[in-house]
Structure formats: structure tokens, C-alpha cells
């Protein structure tokens, strides 16, 4: 093998990302140097904080430049090494892109093992979604045993997560996800208490019957009419993590006609990002993983073949063809 294919930002989405933002192009691999390392990707990530990136609006990141190789997250094999740290044959995770194959000077890389814990998972519930997951709820949220919890996208990678760690508290979860399928994987393997389907046209009387004591916290993935509906509900002092706003991320209105629930019920509102807390990094994985490994800890993963599948799986994750942590399939 002495080339490689990798996915490039081709150019920046008004709205919708299209699959001609991308252009899949073929690279020569390149010779490896001093303290430097050669991976093959196995699993990339497939992420919504990547809609973000590929705009060139105010964010909390820096833009993804153009014609150059798409950002996402990788588990993959040491292919060759001349990094003190690593050996060929290791299990590594890190941010190595839309590539078949890449170079690494072993910043941000980190060796896995992967014995009672699949590679996948790394991207997922013992990975960046699962520490997000975990941030929100114990750092913002801090649920009590009995308290009712509201968890929005709830059969995504972060929400499953959400819900399970608080059922592990003793709470009363409840999940909002997009049809019934979903919704039924979310109370029957999750073990959520119960989940309202936005889709079927009854948001606030269903997540009333759901929510009988109020909502004592919430954790928001989605934002707009969703987020609303919850904080009609929130009981006095609830507590929000505002962790994702997908419904507007392709620039889309998402108005609040309930916010001054914020001020009547007194609630705590904040906002995060998981990057910014590497030193809970080590503490949320290991207790994630310990969860994965003895099967306390749930998830299940939507897999595309092949690296060209990339943008499409991107574009369906978007809109909620995605069932469970997106993942594309490279090697
Ligand atoms: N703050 C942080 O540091 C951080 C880190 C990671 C992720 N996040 C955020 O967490 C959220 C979940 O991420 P994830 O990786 O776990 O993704 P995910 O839930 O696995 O997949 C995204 C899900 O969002 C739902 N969705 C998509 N478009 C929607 C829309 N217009 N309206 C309502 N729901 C929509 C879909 O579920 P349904 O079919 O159920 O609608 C879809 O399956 C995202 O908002 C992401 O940006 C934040």
C-alpha cells in the first residue's frame, strides 16, 4: 500500500451541508521521521460539533480550513513507529481525521486496550461523547436519587449515556427522540423510565404524562421546541446542561417561547464543552469504561462502510438517520 484516500473540506455549507462540500482525494503515504508514528484508521467519528467547524461563524473552535482534511475523531492500529511511546500494533485513539491512514507525532494520541472493551466504543460511550455525557450530568446537573431527569436526542451517543448514568443514580429518566423505534430502544434496552417521540405531534402533553413530579434537570442536545417544551416543565432550583443545539445548527430559527421559566422557577443554565475539561478526562473514562467492560453501560453504533460513505452519513446524522453513535467503517 503506498497510497491513501482522506476526505477534504471542498467548500463551506449556506445551510444543509451537501456532499459536494467534500472532495475524497488520493495521497501518497508519506515516510515516517523521528518521533513520529504511522496509524491505520479503523473507525472514524462521525460528530454534529463538525457542522461548526466547516462555517466560518463565531464558535467556541476554530474554523476547518478548506482543502485541507476534514477534522474527526479515529481509533486505528500502529502501523510503523519511531516514537519512544508507541509501538507497532497498538490500539490508538486520537484526532487523525477523514483519512484511510496519518502520520502523528503522538499529540492528543492515547493507547487503548482493547480486551473487554470494543476499539469503536473509544469514539463513543468510553470516548468524547461518553465523557460529555458524564460532564453534564455530574458537573451540571448532580441529580439526586428520585429526581426526574430529562434527557433530549436520547438514543444518540451522548443521551443513551445521559440516561443510563442517571438510572444509575436512582432517577427517573426520561428520554425525547425522533419515532417510535427509537423511542422503544430507549425504554426497553436503555431502561429509560419512559421517552416521548417529538415526531408524533404531542411534545407537551406527552411529555407531561411522562413527567408527572416536573422536571428536576434537564440535559439539552437538541435546543429550540424541544428544550421549550422541557422548561414548561422544570420544577423550582432544576438545573440545565446546555450541551448541544442541533436543531440550529444549520442556522435554522430555534425561538424560546417558555425561557422565563429561567427566572420563575430559578433555574441554573450553563452551557459546556467537553474539550475544556481534560482533567476529568481520566476520572469519567475509567469509570465509563468500567461500566462498557461489565455491560452496565449500553450503546449501539450506526456503521458506514468505507471512507467515500463518510459525507452521506454526515448529512443523515444531521438530520437523525443515525441510530445509536455514527460511526464509518475504514479499515
Ligand atoms: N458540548 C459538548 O462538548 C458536546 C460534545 C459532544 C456532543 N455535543 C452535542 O451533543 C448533541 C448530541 O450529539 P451526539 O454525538 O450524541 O449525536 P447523536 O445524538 O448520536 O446524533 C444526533 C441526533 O440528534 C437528533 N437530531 C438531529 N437533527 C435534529 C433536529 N433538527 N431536531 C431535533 N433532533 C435532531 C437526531 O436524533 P432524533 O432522531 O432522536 O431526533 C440525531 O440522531 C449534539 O447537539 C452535539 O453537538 C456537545
Same mark, same amino acid.
Given at each position: 500500500?503506498?497510497?491513501?484516500? &482522506?476526505?477534504?473540506?471542498?467548500? &463551506?455549507?449556506?445551510?444543509?451541508?451537501?456532499?459536494?462540500?467534500?472532495?475524497?482525494?488520493?495521497?501518497?503515504?508519506?515516510?515516517?521521521?523521528?518521533?513520529? =508514528?504511522?496509524? &491505520?484508521?479503523?473507525?472514524?467519528?462521525?460528530?454534529?460539533?463538525?457542522?461548526?467547524?466547516?462555517?466560518?461563524?463565531?464558535?467556541?473552535?476554530?474554523?476547518?480550513?478548506?482543502?485541507?482534511?476534514?477534522?474527526?475523531?479515529?481509533?486505528?492500529?500502529? =502501523?510503523?513507529?519511531?516514537?519512544?511511546?508507541?509501538?507497532?500494533?497498538?490500539?490508538?485513539?486520537?484526532?487523525?481525521?477523514?483519512?484511510?491512514?496519518?502520520? *502523528?507525532?503522538?499529540?492528543?494520541?492515547?493507547?487503548?486496550?482493547?480486551?473487554?472493551?470494543?476499539?469503536?466504543?473509544?469514539?463513543?460511550?468510553?470516548?468524547?461523547?461518553?465523557?460529555?455525557?458524564?460532564?453534564? =450530568?455530574? %458537573? $451540571?446537573?448532580?441529580?439526586?436519587?428520585?429526581?426526574? #431527569?430529562?434527557?433530549?436526542?436520547?438514543?444518540?451517543?451522548?443521551?443513551?449515556?445521559?440516561? %443510563?448514568?442517571?438510572?444509575?443514580?436512582?432517577?427517573?429518566?426520561?428520554? $425525547?427522540?425522533?419515532?417510535?423505534?427509537?423511542?422503544?430502544?430507549?425504554?426497553?434496552?436503555?431502561?429509560?423510565?419512559?421517552?416521548?417521540?417529538?415526531?408524533?405531534?404531542?411534545? %407537551?402533553?406527552?411529555?407531561?404524562?411522562?413527567?408527572?413530579?416536573?422536571?428536576?434537570?434537564?440535559?439539552?442536545?437538541?435546543?429550540?421546541?424541544?428544550?421549550?417544551?422541557?422548561?414548561?416543565?422544570?420544577?423550582?432550583?432544576? &438545573?440545565?446542561? #446546555?450541551?448541544?443545539?442541533?436543531?440550529?445548527?444549520?442556522?435554522?430559527?430555534?425561538?424560546?417561547?417558555?425561557?422565563?421559566?429561567?427566572?420563575?422557577?430559578?433555574? *441554573?443554565?450553563?452551557?459546556?464543552?467537553?474539550?475544556?475539561?481534560?482533567?476529568?478526562?481520566?476520572?469519567?473514562?475509567?469509570?465509563?469504561?468500567?461500566?462498557?467492560?461489565?455491560?452496565?453501560?449500553?450503546?449501539?453504533?450506526?456503521?458506514?462502510?468505507?471512507?467515500? *460513505?463518510?459525507?452521506?452519513?454526515?448529512?443523515?446524522?444531521?438530520?437523525?438517520?443515525?441510530?445509536?453513535?455514527?460511526?464509518?467503517? =475504514?479499515?
Amino acid at each position: 500500500m503506498s497510497t491513501y484516500q &482522506r476526505i477534504v473540506l471542498a467548500s &463551506r455549507p449556506t445551510a444543509e451541508v451537501q456532499a459536494d462540500n467534500f472532495r475524497l482525494e488520493t495521497a501518497d503515504i508519506p515516510a515516517i521521521t523521528d518521533g513520529h =508514528l504511522l496509524v &491505520r484508521n479503523q473507525f472514524l467519528s462521525l460528530d454534529p460539533y463538525m457542522r461548526g467547524r466547516m462555517s466560518v461563524n463565531k464558535s467556541y473552535a476554530a474554523p476547518q480550513a478548506l482543502n485541507e482534511t476534514m477534522i474527526g475523531g479515529t481509533v486505528g492500529v500502529v =502501523l510503523e513507529s519511531k516514537h519512544p511511546k508507541f509501538t507497532a500494533g497498538d490500539t490508538v485513539v486520537g484526532t487523525l481525521g477523514w483519512a484511510e491512514v496519518a502520520v *502523528s507525532d503522538g499529540t492528543m494520541l492515547r493507547k487503548v486496550d482493547t480486551t473487554h472493551i470494543p476499539a469503536s466504543a473509544y469514539l463513543g460511550a468510553v470516548g468524547m461523547p461518553g465523557m460529555t455525557a458524564w460532564y453534564g =450530568l455530574n %458537573q $451540571i446537573m448532580a441529580p439526586k436519587a428520585g429526581e426526574t #431527569v430529562v434527557v433530549s436526542a436520547a438514543s444518540g451517543a451522548v443521551g443513551s449515556v445521559v440516561g %443510563q448514568l442517571a438510572k444509575l443514580k436512582g432517577c427517573r429518566v426520561v428520554g $425525547i427522540a425522533g419515532g417510535a423505534e427509537k423511542c422503544a430502544y430507549v425504554v426497553d434496552e436503555l431502561g429509560f423510565d419512559a421517552c416521548v417521540d417529538y415526531k408524533a405531534g404531542n411534545l %407537551q402533553a406527552d411529555l407531561a404524562e411522562a413527567t408527572p413530579d416536573g422536571i428536576d434537570a434537564i440535559y439539552e442536545n437538541v435546543g429550540g421546541a424541544i428544550f421549550d417544551a422541557a422548561l414548561a416543565r422544570t420544577n423550582a432550583f432544576g &438545573r440545565v446542561a #446546555v450541551c448541544g443545539w442541533i436543531a440550529g445548527y444549520n442556522g435554522e430559527p430555534t425561538p424560546l417561547d417558555n425561557a422565563r421559566f429561567i427566572l420563575t422557577n430559578r433555574l *441554573s443554565v450553563r452551557g459546556f464543552i467537553v474539550s475544556e475539561h481534560p482533567e476529568l478526562w481520566p476520572q469519567g473514562l475509567a469509570e465509563l469504561g468500567g461500566l462498557v467492560a461489565t455491560g452496565k453501560l449500553k450503546f449501539r453504533e450506526s456503521v458506514a462502510d468505507g471512507l467515500a *460513505s463518510a459525507p452521506d452519513a454526515f448529512i443523515g446524522l444531521l438530520k437523525g438517520h443515525n441510530f445509536g453513535k455514527q460511526l464509518v467503517k =475504514l479499515g
